[in-house]
């Protein structure tokens, strides 16, 4: 495990499970049939094994088990190149992206397995993100027929905020990675509570949680806006 990861204080083990909280609120939000039928789809679970990988591995610093956090972030990303691809798609092109995008996520993962070089799982984590953006802009300016305008606007400022919160994180957690043995000092220096607050990688999974559970939220908004012109078709 690298460094930053080996020592976790009490309130970043909390942090780290951020994740799951957003992906729960959703599952028994509005529109849940109790416990036992929640609100499921592939964001939701996606957003839920980040934040039980994410937990799993820091629980036990196992080396192999950073895996897990690590996959579970593709997962994520994976989630999200899904639903904005297939948005306005007809059906079979739909089941072709979604088959292509397993395909293509199962083979990284393959591959990473085999050549475990962290430079790999960043290039496919913020590649992904660049194509969510570039597929939203589409979806809410240059698709035909267009989506409300007024609607497109509300969740073209909602999906930037989103985005820019993600990649504060993704950068707080570059950060925590290059100088990890800076941060250590600096955490022993000041103590706690004040340690928590330079603990990067633990706020790199809370801001994570935020941006991709709002982008999810505007997701599923576009679905339903879909729903509602098929209805009037």
Request: glycine share 6%; charged share 15%; net charge positive.
């Amino acid at each position: 495990p690298r460094l930053a990861d080996r020592e976790l204080h009490p309130c970043p083990a909390r942090l780290i499970v951020s994740p799951a909280y957003y992906a729960l609120r959703y599952m028994y939000g509005p529109g849940s049939r109790g416990i036992f039928s929640p609100n499921v789809d592939f964001m939701s679970v996606a957003l839920l094994f980040l934040g039980l990988g994410s937990f799993v591995f820091h629980a036990s610093l196992r080396a192999t088990l950073e895996f897990a956090d690590e996959f579970a972030m593709l997962g994520l990303v994976w989630s999200m190149l899904q639903v904005s691809f297939t948005a306005r798609q007809p059906p079979a092109a739909a089941r072709l992206i979604t088959v292509g995008l397993a395909v293509y996520f199962t083979s990284f993962i393959a591959f990473y397995l085999q050549s475990p070089q962290i430079i790999y799982q960043v290039i496919a984590f913020t590649s992904s993100i660049f194509l969510v953006l570039l597929r939203s802009q589409y979806l809410f300016h240059r698709i035909r027929p267009a989506f409300p305008e007024a609607k497109t606007r509300d969740w073209n400022v909602r999906t930037w905020k989103a985005i820019v919160i993600c990649l504060v994180g993704y950068g707080l957690w570059n950060i925590d990675l290059e100088f990890c043995a800076q941060l250590r000092s600096l955490r022993h220096a000041v103590g706690l509570p004040w340690a928590w607050a330079l603990e990067l990688h633990g706020w790199w999974h809370v801001l994570t949680a935020i941006g991709a559970s709002q982008f999810m939220d505007i997701a599923r908004e576009v679905r339903h806006e879909e729903s509602l012109e098929a209805k009037k078709q």
